[in-house]
């Protein structure tokens, strides 16, 4: 069974810096792409950054410069660094596993974690 286990959020001042980390686990055969969206209460769920096993990278535009993500491909498990953080930021962050395929089935499907929480205030 794969589970996806984030970590990483919390409280923090305006221009802060705060690091997420997500573990993707169980019998996993490959992840095309690992990243992270975001939900602020009324909104919509929002892609933040993801990132593919060969390295390519998309970032929202409200968050470059701002925040790097990372992705270590023998550990399954992407990471993504906060820096400057804005009031704007707070939201529960969701991370994302794009076409995860399983040892047992050899098919993908996506999976999400349970979220943490990132607030940014003073």
């Known amino acids: 069974q794969v589970q996806l286990v984030e970590s990483g959020g919390g409280l923090v001042q305006p221009g802060g810096s705060l690091r997420l980390s997500c573990a993707a686990s169980?019998?996993?055969?490959?992840?095309?792409?690992m990243g992270w969206y975001r939900q602020a209460p009324g909104n919509q769920r929002e892609l933040v950054a993801a990132?593919?096993?060969?390295?390519?990278?998309n970032y929202a535009d409200s968050v470059k410069g701002r925040f790097t993500i990372s992705r270590d491909n023998a550990k399954n498990t992407v990471y993504m660094q906060m820096n400057s953080l804005k009031p704007e930021d707070t939201a529960v962050y969701y991370c994302?596993?794009?076409?995860?395929?399983?040892?047992?089935?050899?098919?993908?499907?996506?999976?999400w974690g349970q979220g943490t929480q990132v607030t940014v205030s003073s």
């Open positions: 990132i593919t096993s060969g390295g390519w990278i």
């Open positions: 169980g019998s996993i055969f490959s992840i095309y792409a």
């Open positions: 994302n596993a794009q076409n995860l395929i399983t040892r047992a089935t050899m098919l993908g499907r996506d999976y």
